[in-house]
Each structure stands twice: as C-alpha cells, then as structure tokens.
C-alpha cells in the first residue's frame, strides 16, 4: 500500500502538478482544504509557517506551499498577493502596467511547508521574464506571460510535465520529494 | 483629567486624522503599534476582527481600524490590499490601469474595531471618482488621485480638517465618537 500525503490546497492545477510529481514515487497525493487564515505579509514563508501553526493540532501530517510572481520593475508586485491580483486585474492589468517598460525581468517562487510534528520549509524559483502578450491555455494564472529563462515558450504554452522540469513549484516539489524518501 | 484611547496603528496620517476628530471632545488619543497578524480576505472587517482577536487578551481597551481603495472597473482591485499595492506600484500604476478606462467609480471604505471587553464595529465610506492625474500633496497614500463626490478637488488638495468631513475615515470615526459619548 502506498503511502499517504496530505497536500493542504484548494487549487486543482496546484495538486495535479504536484501529482505528477510525487504519486510516480509510490506516494498517494490526497487533496484537503480545511481553510488556514492567509497573513499579510511580503514573505511566502511567513504565510507558510503561520498556515502551519493554523493547522497543526488539526492534522497529523501535511504540507501546503505559497507561490507568488515577483516583477522587478514593479518592486515585486504582485508577490504574496498573487491570487489576489490575478483575480481582480488579472494578466491584462499586469500586461498593462508593463507596457513600455523594457525591464521585463520576474521571478516564480514557491515555499512548501511540511508538517510532521515538526515543520520543515523547502523553497523553489524559477526566474523568467514577462511576455509582451499572453500565449498558450495550459496551466492557471500568470502562466500565460511568463516566459521560464531557457525556454521560448511561456508555461501556458507548456503540458504539466514540461512545465515541473523549469517551474519553482517543480523545484520546491523535488527538493521535498527528495527529503520524503530519505525520511 | 481626559479619557485615554489606545489607537492601533503605525501610520502617523491616520493617527493625525483620528486626533482631529477624537482630541476637541475631551479623549486623548495615544497611539501604539504593537503589530498584529493581518489576514488575506476580500474584507476589511474580517481583517480588523481577526486583528482585535489577536490583541484583547494584551490590551484592555483599544481600537484599530483598516480601510481600502475599492476601484469598480478594477473588480475591486487594490481593496484591502491597498496599503501593499500603494508601496509598490503606486499611483503611477493605478493611473496606468485606468488609462482609457471611462468608469472611474471608487469607494473609499473604512472599518474600525473596538475593544473593551467586547468587540464593536463601525464602517464609514467614501464613493468618488479616480482623478486622470496625481493632484495636491496633502494627505497621504491614494489621497492625490481620489475625487470624493461633492468636491472637484482630491483628497490630495484637502486639509485635514476638510478631507474628514467627506472622508470614509472621518464618517468612521464620526459614528465612532457617538457611541464613546454614549458608552
């Protein structure tokens, strides 16, 4: 029988990429969304750690991450507040506030927290610029402006797999992975 | 001897606003900032809610308070997360948003907090207009930008004194200060 895990998220394209990732390795990837408050905060890891403390008397053992798109030009807009931002200005408003600005460079970041009586904090990046339009339908949210360094193609232009192989959260999930099976 | 009330708040603007109102009828206002968790939500209530929660087993008697910029054709957008979108792409950014943009409907909304044993709300709004330009150096965050209804000048162009009697902040504090006198 294979082991379980408790991925902590309300996102489904979140959980299938981690999926990929972790069920190929004999884990079973379960999806909970019990709600943990989200802190205002300009660090991922704060979100993390307090979403952990939120929910560690709850659940045994879990983990849960934060990703945020960080824009050089616009002092790290919209960062922590990603989800926020996409849903009300969404890539349009970003592509908006980029027009004519020739620093397009951005970064990816994720932050995973794992919980097994003890936290554990594994990070990912991916830095990449921002597209001058959105191309391509795959993935969720910035995906479609967000060009990974080493690649032509945006990661809405990219099926899961390919994406995982440049993506912060693909480095956060390997990173994590890489602990789980050495625990 | 006059009356203490402890105002949460690191922001001196807000602070000065509050004094102007609450000093002339015998209160003195004190002002401390001893930091609290606020939470990601659509809704200022809920972050001051949880804000009183995590202070009233540290305080006795205070208040706190968070207000937005709430842009319709923006679905919103900057909203309760208008202090971190003001520090980092400011009006600049909100003014780029809007470029060509006829719908120039916002709301100014303030909730206040207060605590003495038993938490109290009170709201206070502002409907205006976004201006085309930054106008007037008074006041403090989106203020140059917001044109209250009535006015033809921005929050930007206003004294204190002027600013409170059309502002969310002022109406707040407004229905605040009746219940004080009451209690």
Redesign the interface.
């Known amino acids: 029988m294979s082991k379980e895990i408790v991925f902590i998220t309300s996102n489904e394209n979140k959980f299938r990429e981690a999926e990929n990732l972790i069920n190929p390795l004999g884990f079973k990837l379960i999806q909970k969304n019990p709600g943990y408050?989200?802190?205002?905060?300009?660090s991922l890891e704060e979100?993390v750690r307090?979403g952990i403390k939120y929910l560690k008397d709850r659940l045994d053992i879990f983990f849960m991450e934060d990703s945020g798109l960080f824009i050089k030009s616009?002092?790290?807009?919209?960062?922590?507040?990603s989800k926020?931002?996409f849903?009300?200005?969404g890539n349009e408003?970003i592509l908006?506030?980029m027009?004519k600005t020739e620093n397009r460079n951005a970064v990816f970041r994720t932050v995973i927290g794992f919980y097994d009586g003890k936290a554990k904090i594994f990070k990912g990046e991916c830095e990449g610029k921002i597209a001058n339009e959105t191309k391509g339908d795959h993935g969720f949210g910035y995906d479609p402006i967000f060009i990974p360094y080493g690649s032509e193609k945006t990661f809405g232009e990219m099926k899961t797999e390919e994406k995982n192989q440049y993506s912060h959260r693909g480095k956060a999930l390997k990173s994590f992975i890489q602990y789980l099976k050495q625990r």
């Open positions: 408050p989200e802190i205002q905060t300009s979100v307090y616009l002092n790290n807009f919209p960062g922590v507040y926020y931002v849903t009300t200005i408003g908006k506030l027009e």
